[in-house]
């Protein structure tokens, strides 16, 4: 499409002047109904709450199985399962909850966020966003269906070798963990990508990079750090499968093998995935707290420096997980040193929430509640993990269960607590309907305690001695009773998450009407229909400052009327990329249409690593061939799609 094409509608013009505009968009934009549109849907809000619904369910069988080894746990010397059966839900536990769930809920909130809050109307690349989702699920399925064939992954979510290896593990259990993650490792990559080329190219027109909210900092920033950790875990599983299926040394020791590679590889990638799984919920808390307050947050630049400042030294951290291993002690001295300077920016962010929440008006809604808790919480794994990060104290607590309760108050309570406030905050934008504030608190003050239960004690057993990674422990070391505590803080954990659902179920049956801003917000999101419409903004709109709809009341931009005006785009599915820094108009996108190709091709890939499995080569080659095929199909040039106008400076 030519910029003269445009000549007869001018870019920028008030929605007053064409009334129709929203309907043609709505047409335009909206998927396609039945089953067909379910498949072939690219919209991101769809896909968005996709990966909220399918990362929730993960997040109960993960408890069912923390559940299941409370209970083998709850008194020395039960026999509720047997040790291989603990290792095999301790392994899927630990696959589960970290991989399945943690992530893959804040890219549900960042895939229907991202657009929204950056002015936009779809992601930079929509088919590859709905691919993500689809190869999520997929290799989630992949990795489960090993219980339906009785051969469920038994060596730790770590994975260690040389247990891990053919020797020590002759079933196909670890096969399915090594095939499963490099599956998963697909869809993380890809989202990854999208992620960050949307928020370079997919702002509105005077998002400049120091005016973004600071949940897009944290998911960018985690995006870049998904793109270099992912290749070392993918590359680790693969060389781990080529050991198992064709013999190679890798990590053989009796043939020259590294074992310790493994462990080098892993935490290259494991480390820095715990800040993958904090620093988005940061930035959700970073964001929907201060509106609970009524203020901006407290020191903005410093958070977003503190942001990227944590996501670049978790990669040089990766060995205080090694500290037992027997490394030099002069490396394991530079490692502790890293680890300790880390909690640096963490401890800036802590005390921006806190300034935020004292000078201002903190309004106490259920997210206020959570949000605030997500503070406790990362304190609490905080100052944990300083003792993990001196190597003489690690030593000591290293293999117990002092372990256990610092990486369940990293991993789940500040990623739950956060995940939780922001369901609160974000479901009316989401659904069109309030949560109910009573069965709300009631959610939160059960969760709470259940949680704290659960994982504050132990600590104590871990300092009192018992080992983790074991399935039972002898009467004489006194651990019973603290261990009771810990299994009915994890039920009562248990049923604050099933009020939450109770409540969501209720809520989306007769819940309240959600108004289009319903906590008086600044951001772009809060200033469109509740739910969004399909094509999210009628006018691309213009900003100004960094809280748009707080601009008359805080002195800053011109004033919330530039958003009554903007980009009329409505030849086709059309979206503005603006300049990587300033934001400025740039180009005419001339969006995808809807494909089931995404998800066909999910089930190639799929049967790939099906056949990889059952050691099927010939299977393998046919089924690569047809995913080859699917792709084609998929990015088959349409000379529609590939047409852009660029922007003159005079018309923007």
Same mark, same amino acid.
């Given at each position: ?11 920028? =013009? ?25 498949? /072939? ?45 603990? &290792? ?7 696959i589960t909850m970290i991989f399945l769930y943690a992530l893959p809920v804040l890219s549900g909130f960042s895939n229907f966020l991202f657009p929204l809050v950056l002015g936009a109307r779809d992601m930079a690349f929509p088919r590859l966003n709905a691919f993500s989702y689809w190869i999520y699920l997929g290799a989630g399925l992949f990795l489960y269906a090993s219980f ?8 730790? @979510?770590? +994975? ?12 196909? &259990? ?6 499963? %993650? ?24 005077? %998002? ?42 890798? #990590? +053989?020791?009796?043939? &020259? ?7 080098? *590889? ?38 977003? *420096? ?6 670049? *030294? ?21 490692? /502790? ?15 921006? !929430? ?6 201002? =008006? ?71 309907? %309030? ?6 608190? @009631? &959610? ?7 949680? +704290? ?23 004489? %070391?006194?651990?019973?009773?603290? +261990? ?24 989306? =049956?007769?819940?309240?009407?959600a108004p289009d801003n319903p906590w008086d917000a600044p951001t772009l999101e809060w200033s469109i229909s509740s739910p969004p419409p399909p094509y999210n903004f009628a006018l691309i709109p213009a900003v100004a400052s960094r809280h748009p709809l707080w601009e008359d009341r805080l002195g800053e931009g011109s004033g919330r009327s530039m958003l009554n005006r903007g #980009? ?26 809807? /494909?089931? !190709? ?25 089924? /690569? ?20 106008? =660029? ?6």
């Amino acid at each position: 499409m030519s910029v003269s094409e445009y000549e007869r509608v001018p870019l920028i =013009r008030s929605l007053a002047d064409d009334p129709d505009l929203p309907s043609r968009l709505h047409a335009l934009w909206e998927t396609k109904p039945g089953f067909y549109g379910w498949i /072939s849907s690219v919209d991101h809000k769809s896909i968005g709450i996709r990966y909220l619904v399918t990362s929730f369910v993960f997040l109960i069988l993960g408890g069912l199985e923390a559940l299941l080894m409370r209970v083998q746990l709850a008194q020395p010397g039960e026999h509720v399962v047997t040790a291989e059966q603990f &290792n095999q839900l301790f392994s899927m536990h630990g696959i589960t909850m970290i991989f399945l769930y943690a992530l893959p809920v804040l890219s549900g909130f960042s895939n229907f966020l991202f657009p929204l809050v950056l002015g936009a109307r779809d992601m930079a690349f929509p088919r590859l966003n709905a691919f993500s989702y689809w190869i999520y699920l997929g290799a989630g399925l992949f990795l489960y269906a090993s219980f339906l064939v009785g051969a469920v992954p038994d060596d730790g @979510w770590f +994975n260690y070798a040389p247990n891990s290896l053919k020797a020590f593990s002759p079933g196909p &259990n670890m096969d399915f963990y090594a095939l499963g %993650m490099i599956f998963l490792g697909i869809s993380t990559t890809v989202g990854a990508a999208n992620f960050v080329v949307t928020v370079l190219r997919m702002r509105a027109p005077g %998002m400049s990079i120091n005016r973004l909210p600071i949940l897009v900092w944290g998911t960018t920033t985690v995006s870049a750090g998904i793109l270099l950790s992912v290749p070392a875990v993918s590359l680790a599983f693969f060389m781990l499968w080529l050991d198992r299926q064709f013999g190679t040394h890798f #990590f +053989n020791a009796q043939a &020259n093998g590294l074992p310790l590679l493994w462990q080098h *590889l892993f935490w290259l990638f494991a480390h820095p995935w715990v800040y993958i799984i904090v620093l988005p919920a940061m930035g959700l808390v970073s964001d929907a707290l201060p509106i609970l307050c009524r203020r901006p947050i407290v020191g903005y630049t410093l958070v977003v *420096l503190a942001t990227v400042l944590t996501m670049v *030294l978790g990669f040089g951290v990766w060995v205080h997980h090694m500290f037992a291993t027997g490394l030099p002690f002069v490396a394991s001295s530079f490692f /502790s040193g890293a680890s300790f300077i880390i909690t640096i920016p963490s401890a800036v962010a802590t005390f921006a !929430w806190v300034a935020t929440i004292w000078t201002g =008006r903190p309004v106490f809604t259920t997210a206020f509640l959570y949000f605030s808790s997500f503070i406790v919480m990362f304190v609490i794994g905080g100052v944990s993990g300083v003792v993990t990060a001196a190597v003489p104290a690690d030593l000591q607590v290293t293999d117990t269960y002092f372990v256990v309760a610092h990486i369940h108050y990293v991993l789940i309570g500040i990623n739950l607590f956060g995940v939780l406030g922001a369901i609160y905050f974000w479901f009316p934008k989401m659904t069109g309907r %309030m949560l109910d504030e009573r069965l709300g608190r @009631w &959610n939160f003050w059960v969760t709470f305690i259940g949680f +704290n239960v659960a994982f504050l004690p132990m600590h104590l057993t871990g300092l009192m001695g018992m080992p983790r990674r074991i399935y039972t422990y002898p009467a004489g %070391m006194g651990l019973g009773t603290v +261990n009771m505590i810990s299994t009915v803080g994890s039920f009562l954990l248990a049923v604050g998450i099933l009020i939450l659902f109770v409540n969501i179920w209720i809520s989306l =049956r007769k819940g309240v009407i959600a108004p289009d801003n319903p906590w008086d917000a600044p951001t772009l999101e809060w200033s469109i229909s509740s739910p969004p419409p399909p094509y999210n903004f009628a006018l691309i709109p213009a900003v100004a400052s960094r809280h748009p709809l707080w601009e008359d009341r805080l002195g800053e931009g011109s004033g919330r009327s530039m958003l009554n005006r903007g #980009f009329v785009l409505d030849h086709g599915k059309e979206a503005l990329a603006t300049t990587v820094l300033d934001a400025e108009p740039d180009v005419i996108l001339k969006m995808p249409e809807d /494909s089931p !190709w995404p998800f066909i091709l999910t089930f190639a890939i799929g049967a790939v690593f099906t056949a990889m499995l059952v050691q099927s080569w010939w299977a393998t080659a046919v089924a /690569s061939v047809t995913a080859v095929i699917c792709l084609g199909f998929w990015l088959w040039p349409r000379r529609r799609l590939l047409q852009v106008a =660029r922007v003159g400076n005079d018309r923007s």
